[in-house]
């Protein structure tokens, strides 16, 4: 049969079956990567790597979370994390949350709308190479802007302006190297009670941190970045083991600045 005589469905179901082969194919390898948590990614000290859930649970969670919307509008978070979020808002009650990465714009959508429900007074920087269309929804303490997580010299000032208690959270690339650049220089400006919370190092558990570009991913940047600020941080437990251990999408990834 031609390609070009096929329906959309069933391309669909082909390029379904293409894709869940590449997957399955991979599963030998992802298996290798998690069995070597430990040798391959720094350990942080009174931590591990690891979570009280098995990679079967956080594989459909994480396929789960790809699919959630906000509103309509995608959002791709976690669900766990959406409840520690809401947890660390009402606890910290931010000024400001800066996100680096917005995909579609549904996660600054909703801290813009949790800020108007709990009548909080603060504003949502969030910041990608290619920023979206702001959802028509969006509060006025919602703003998007074009920035690249390796170099984010040009909004230094915005930077300096913005009042504290900040979260800041880096869920862009997941590439390693990516990652701690923008750590190093995003370090600066943090103050004493401030959260930086790097999303996704659940990927070395689930043995896809070396998947594509990833090159160690989130929980690797995390690792190297607290190993050259030993005294300056610390893994907020609170957070990240409240459901269990590391039961979250950001393992070992709520910071708090002491």
């Excluded at 302006?161 to 900040?166: A, G, K, V």
Aim: glycine share 8%; aromatic share 12%.
């Amino acid at each position: 049969m031609l390609a070009g005589s096929l329906s959309r469905p069933q391309k669909d179901l082909i390029i379904k079956a293409y894709r869940r082969m590449t997957w399955l194919a991979k599963w030998p390898w992802r298996g290798i990567l998690r069995a070597t948590i430990e040798t391959r990614t720094p350990i942080i000290p009174g931590r591990r790597w690891r979570s009280s859930i098995s990679p079967k649970t956080h594989l459909g969670l994480v396929n789960g979370s790809i699919k959630y919307t906000y509103r309509g509008v995608r959002m791709v978070k976690h669900p766990v994390d959406i409840a520690l979020y809401m947890k660390l808002l009402w606890e910290l009650k931010p000024r400001t949350v800066i996100e680096i990465g917005s995909k579609d714009g549904g996660t600054a959508a909703w801290f813009g709308d949790m800020f108007k429900l709990w009548g909080m007074i603060g504003l949502v920087l969030s910041i990608d190479l290619y920023p979206p269309k702001r959802p028509y929804f969006c509060t006025g303490a919602v703003k998007f802007v074009q920035g690249d997580e390796r170099n984010l010299e040009p909004h230094r000032k915005t930077f300096e302006d913005l009042p504290h208690p900040w979260i800041l959270i880096n869920d862009a690339s997941h590439n390693s190297d990516a990652t701690l650049k923008c750590m190093r220089f995003m370090h600066q400006f943090l103050e004493k009670g401030d959260y930086f919370v790097i999303e996704d190092s659940i990927l070395t558990e689930m043995g896809l941190d070396w998947d594509g570009e990833r090159r160690g991913g989130p929980a690797l940047a995390i690792a190297r970045f607290l190993k050259e600020h030993p005294d300056c941080y610390e893994v907020d437990a609170r957070y990240c083991d409240h459901f269990g251990y590391n039961v979250t999408a950001n393992m070992n990834g709520y910071l708090r600045r002491v």
